[in-house]
Each structure stands twice: as structure tokens, then as C-alpha cells.
């Protein structure tokens, strides 16, 4: 048995002991539902609402009218006058039994469009919330994990909705049996009350069992999703091959999900046996009321229809009070997934905004400083980058060269206030970055991450989003904007072996889309880039997908059309940057060199024996 399917015994003994804590917080969400299913369609929820409440009534008043055709039928047979409206009871009767299927009809309508605004708000609200959370939250596992799992779970809400809706209307349905039962005998309700309190307590003690469990059962779920999805992904379908992994993550899925339904039968054999004792004790009580209804009629105390009356609802109460325990089974498993949700919405963004954002300057002036910054990740001890100092000037391009994991995409990070220093400041123009307005300061960078995006669109998508208003644009402008854009970042020459060239739709999710290679998407995300009009343009390693040859290439081209405006060049190779004006080598979260190649090459420091090292095995 592996170490996790061990785990989870423990875990099989809290369930039985049922946290009454836990088992409320079940229901501590709905509240929540109903506000989202509000603003999906309020006018809908209250005309479902009102729709449940008719449909309730409709059993308990077939009954009534029931009950006086057939007094009249038995009154007719013992020669005794009948009702001059008893036809009329009859036409009733249909019609009662016609709206009443109608109002399942249109039920099901009301909550399937609830279901799906729902679905809808609630995706937007996810991508909203989403939105306004900082850089480092999604680079925190447990967060990316709460958001996953928020977002596989906004849709199909379908059988939620429609559950809610059905525990009103079986509750509403019940009270009415009850309400008819009273009217003809007090004594004959309480009498079922009791019989009731049994069977009450066992269906809800085994359904917030079922619910603690499932919710105990969630990290063991989310680990038999992931292997699901191991097992069969376009991802990891080389290394599984290459690996012979299959069996390996099969065997684990299968003896986890065994586990999961293991504890599960457990619980339901459990739930099967008591439930049939305590069935039989309703049951009991149930016929004892039966056979007092039936003594009664039979010594003429109630009439024919009465009886039917009285034996219908008892046996409706009885079906509608056993609808309410599974549909509340149901709601709690689909309420489950709304802790997710609110954990999710209790994410709150880490990086202030400022109370009077200023709006970055339309010319810079000063540059960039960075002063005595420290920086660690979140939740990790080691500074990446300790008491750095940094200034790039207007018009200036510089290069920040260094070995893997010296801190040059953190610098980058921080450079564009996708995180905040933990010691020291950064300036733009004398000014705190932290005081300017984030979307304002965005609009000043052109930044092409080592980790950059392949957005599933068209080439001419995929270009336009680097400014985001030539997106929707239909103007010829847009056009020529967009292939200038291409040609200088050498995505014409991919573009044009497109067979819909700029039409093409790129990757591999929709039909018909053309995957790149890593150096070819490297240039339609350049582009992307170059389209943008930044006052400062970053390029981080462009190394990972590009040969040495055009990686050159691409740096030579990038420094000649920045020329004049700020750049930064980013390369664990040193033998590509010597077009900028100043090379920085980092080191250690420090600045160890600078200057430009030759004065570096002179210095024979760790710049130039990195230089010669890396030149050698190009020779
Ligand atoms: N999101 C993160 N959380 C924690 N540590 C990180 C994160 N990103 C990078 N690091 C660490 O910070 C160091 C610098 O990373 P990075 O700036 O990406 O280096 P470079 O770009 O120079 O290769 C590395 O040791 C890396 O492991
Ligand atoms: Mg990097």
C-alpha cells in the first residue's frame, strides 16, 4: 500500500465520529449560492419560486377534489343527492392534473436558465477576482490549486440549482399532506410526527457523514483527478511513452480511487442497514396510523373520500419528508464545492495600490532606480537579490548577463511592480513605483518574458494582443501596424509559410491550428512586443527556444530599433550582448561587473572568463 493510501485510514475513523462543526459549515455556503443565483436572475429565482410554490400545492389539492368526487360517487350509490357542481369537481380535477404537469415543464426551464447564469456570473466573478490578484499568488501552489479548482467547478450547476429548488417545493409539499391531515385529525399527525423523528435522525446523521466524508476525501480526489489526467494528456504523453509510466500511474489511480470507494461503501452499507431499521419503524407507524383510518371508516366515522383523503397523505407525506433527505444529500454534496469558491474569493491581493495613484510620466526623465533593494520570494528565506543598486537611464540599453537563477527575470519582476521589494525602493522619475497607478505604469513596458505566452488565436491575434486596442480595431492602419511589427521581429518569415498566413489560427486546441516550434512562436511573441509602444523594452533570454545564430540575430535587431529608448537585454550567454552600452554581470544577487565588452573583456574578471569559456565551445 502506497504511503498516501495509508493516510487515509485515520481519516476513515474521524468521519464515523461527524463534526458537528463541519457538518454546519456544509450549509454555511448557501447563503452564498442563493446571493449568486439572486444576481443571475432575480425576476427567474422569484418566478421559480413562486412557480415551486403552485407545483407544491398541486398533490395535497388532487387529493382534496379526489376526495369529494368520490363522497358524491358513494352518495350517489346510497341514493342520496349529489352535488349539483360535481361535474364541474371533475373538470377540476383535469385541469389541476394538467397545470400541474405544465409546472414541471416549466420548472425544469426556469432552472436550467438560472443553471446557466449562474455558471456564467459565476465565471466572470472567478476571472474578475482573478484579475486583481498579484503575480505571487499565482506563483504560490496552494493558491493556483484553490483556483483550479474554483474554476473546473463554476460550471454545470445544473443539478444544484434544480436541487434547491426541488427541497422547497418537497418541503412546501409535505407541510400541505400535514395541513390536510391536521384539518381531519390532530391526533392522527402528531401520532406520524413521532413515528417520523427516528427515521429524521438517521437520514440526517448519515447524510452530514456522507457530506464530512466526501469533504475529508477532497485532497485524495484532487490527487486521482490529477493522475486521471496524467494518464491521458497530449503533455504527458511523451514522457509516459518514453518512460513506461502508464502502469505505474494506473496502478496508483486505481488502488486510490479503490480506497476512496472502499470508505465510501463502508459508509453507505451503514447507511443502508440503519436506514432499514429505522424505515421499519416508520413504516410501523405509518400503518398503525393506516389501519386507525381504516377502523374509523369502517365504523362510519369518516366518509370513503376522507379515507382516500387521509391514506394519500400519509403515504404523500411520507414520500415527500423521505424526497427531503436525498435532495439534502444531494445540496450538500454540490454544496462541497463552494468552500473552494470562497476560499478562493478570500484571496485577497497582496500589493498595495496606491490612495492617490499618480499616472506614470509620459516622457521619462530620470529612469529607473533601484536602491539597496532586497528581495525574497514569499515564504522562502533565501534574498535573490541583497542591497542591489541600478539605474537606467533615458535613451540608455543595457544588458544584465549571469548564470541560470542569478536573479535576472526577478529584477525584471520587480522592475514592472509584478512584485514589491522586501527591503529598499524603486524609482521611476524620483518617485516610488508603488505611487503610480499599476495599469498606468504597465503601459510604459514592452516585455517579452522567457516564459511568454502562445495564445491559441489567429498570427494576427496573437500579434495584436501586445496592444490591446489594435485588437478589436478593423482600420487599414491596424494592418500595416501589425506586419511592420513582424518584419521586425522575423515573424513575417514564419507568418508567410503559414498556409492562411496572418488568418492562421496557431497551436494546437482548435481545429485546423498549426503548432510552432519554441524559436518560431519566440518571434510572433516579439512582435507582440515590438507592437507595443513602450518608453522602455525588456527581452528576457530569448535563449531557451533560439540557436545561438539567431539569437544573435535577434539581439542585434533589438538593440538597433531601441535605439534611442531604454532597453533591457537579458542572456545567460555572453558572447551575444556586446551591442548594448553597458553590460552588467550578476552575481550572487549582486553586481559584480559593468561597463561595456571591451572595458569587461579588459577587466579579466568573471565576465570575460565566462566570455572566453562559452566562445571556446562555439569554436
Ligand atoms: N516564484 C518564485 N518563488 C520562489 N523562488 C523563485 C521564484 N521564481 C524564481 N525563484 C528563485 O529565484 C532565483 C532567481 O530566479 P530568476 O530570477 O528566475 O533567475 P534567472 O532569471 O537569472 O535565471 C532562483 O533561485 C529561483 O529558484
Ligand atoms: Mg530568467
Not at 480526489?221 to 489526467?229: E, G
Not at 393506516?290 to 369518516?302: C, E, L, P, S, T
Request: some cysteine; proline content about 3%; glycine content about 6%.
Amino acid at each position: 500500500m502506497s504511503e498516501t493510501a495509508q493516510d487515509l485510514d485515520p481519516l476513515l475513523a474521524t468521519t464515523f465520529r461527524g463534526q458537528w462543526k463541519e457538518r454546519v459549515r456544509a450549509l454555511s455556503h448557501l447563503p452564498t449560492i442563493f446571493k449568486i443565483i439572486w444576481e443571475a436572475g432575480a425576476m427567474f429565482l422569484v418566478f421559480g419560486f413562486l412557480l415551486r410554490l403552485v407545483a407544491a400545492t398541486m398533490p395535497v389539492a388532487l387529493l382534496g377534489v379526489t376526495k369529494v368526487i368520490i363522497d358524491n360517487v358513494a352518495a350517489r350509490h346510497a341514493a342520496r343527492p349529489v352535488s349539483p357542481a360535481f361535474w364541474w369537481y371533475v373538470g377540476l380535477e383535469v385541469a389541476l392534473a394538467a397545470i400541474s404537469a405544465l409546472l414541471g415543464r416549466w420548472n425544469w426551464y426556469v432552472d436550467t436558465v438560472l443553471a446557466d447564469r449562474f455558471s456564467r456570473n459565476l465565471s466572470v466573478r472567478i476571472m474578475n477576482h482573478a484579475s486583481r490578484l498579484d503575480l505571487a499568488q499565482y506563483e504560490d501552489a496552494a493558491f493556483y490549486d484553490k483556483l483550479e479548482r474554483a474554476r473546473l467547478q463554476a460550471t454545470d450547476r445544473v443539478p444544484m440549482i434544480a436541487a434547491l429548488g426541488q427541497i422547497i417545493q418537497q418541503a412546501v409539499t409535505a407541510i400541505s399532506f400535514c395541513v390536510g391531515i391536521f384539518w381531519y385529525s390532530p391526533l392522527l399527525l402528531i401520532v406520524l410526527t413521532l413515528c417520523l423523528i427516528p427515521a429524521f435522525a438517521g437520514e440526517s446523521h448519515y447524510a452530514f457523514l456522507g457530506y464530512s466524508l466526501a469533504s475529508r476525501q477532497t485532497s485524495v480526489r484532487r490527487k486521482v483527478d490529477y493522475l486521471r489526467i496524467l494518464g491521458a494528456s497530449k503533455e504527458s504523453a511523451k514522457e509516459l511513452k518514453l518512460f513506461s509510466l502508464s502502469d505505474f500511474f494506473t496502478s496508483q489511480f486505481r488502488e486510490l480511487s479503490d480506497h476512496l470507494f472502499e470508505q465510501n461503501r463502508s459508509l453507505w452499507r451503514r447507511r443502508v442497514v440503519t436506514g432499514a431499521a429505522l424505515s421499519l419503524v416508520t413504516t410501523a407507524g405509518y400503518y398503525s396510523a393506516y389501519i386507525y383510518v381504516v377502523y374509523r371508516a369502517i365504523h362510519g366515522d369518516i366518509s370513503v373520500g376522507t379515507l382516500t383523503f387521509l391514506s394519500g397523505s400519509i403515504a404523500g407525506a411520507s414520500s415527500s419528508l423521505q424526497g427531503i433527505f436525498s435532495t439534502f444529500s444531494n445540496i450538500a454534496d454540490q454544496t462541497l464545492f463552494l468552500s473552494d469558491l470562497t476560499k478562493f474569493f478570500e484571496v485577497k491581493p497582496v500589493l498595495k495600490i496606491a490612495e492617490r495613484p499618480r499616472r506614470a510620466p509620459l516622457v521619462i526623465r530620470d529612469g529607473f532606480r533601484f536602491e539597496q533593494v532586497t528581495f525574497r520570494y514569499p515564504g522562502s528565506e533565501r534574498p535573490v537579490l541583497q542591497d542591489f543598486d541600478f539605474h537606467i537611464a533615458p535613451g540608455e540599453r543595457v544588458a544584465l548577463v549571469g548564470e541560470n537563477g542569478q536573479g535576472k527575470t526577478t529584477i525584471i519582476k520587480l522592475l514592472t511592480r509584478l512584485y514589491d521589494p522586501t527591503y529598499g525602493r524603486i524609482l521611476l522619475d524620483g518617485v516610488d513605483l508603488k505611487e503610480y497607478d499599476p495599469e498606468s505604469l504597465f503601459s510604459v513596458f514592452s516585455v517579452l518574458f522567457q516564459d511568454f505566452m502562445r495564445y491559441d488565436m489567429e498570427a494576427e491575434g496573437n500579434i495584436a494582443v501586445g496592444h490591446i486596442s489594435l485588437a478589436n480595431d478593423e482600420n487599414a492602419n491596424r494592418e500595416a501596424l501589425l506586419h511592420s511589427a513582424a518584419d521586425r521581429s522575423g515573424a513575417s518569415a514564419v507568418i508567410e509559410r503559414l498556409p492562411l498566413k496572418m488568418k492562421q489560427m496557431l497551436g494546437r486546441r482548435f481545429e485546423g491550428g498549426i503548432d510552432l516550434s519554441g524559436g518560431e512562436w519566440q518571434k510572433i511573441a516579439l512582435a507582440r512586443a515590438y507592437l507595443r509602444e513602450a518608453q522602455i523594452y525588456v527581452l528576457d533570454e530569448p535563449t531557451a527556444a533560439l540557436d545561438a545564430r539567431s539569437e544573435f540575430e535577434v539581439f542585434e535587431r533589438f538593440a538597433e530599433l531601441t535605439k534611442g529608448k531604454m532597453a533591457v537585454l537579458i542572456s545567460h550567454r555572453f558572447s551575444t550582448v556586446k551591442m548594448v552600452d553597458r553590460i552588467m554581470v550578476l552575481k550572487d544577487g549582486r553586481i559584480v561587473e559593468q561597463g561595456n565588452h571591451e572595458e569587461l573583456l579588459a577587466l579579466d574578471g568573471l565576465y570575460a572568463s565566462l566570455f572566453e569559456l562559452q566562445a571556446a565551445s562555439y569554436r
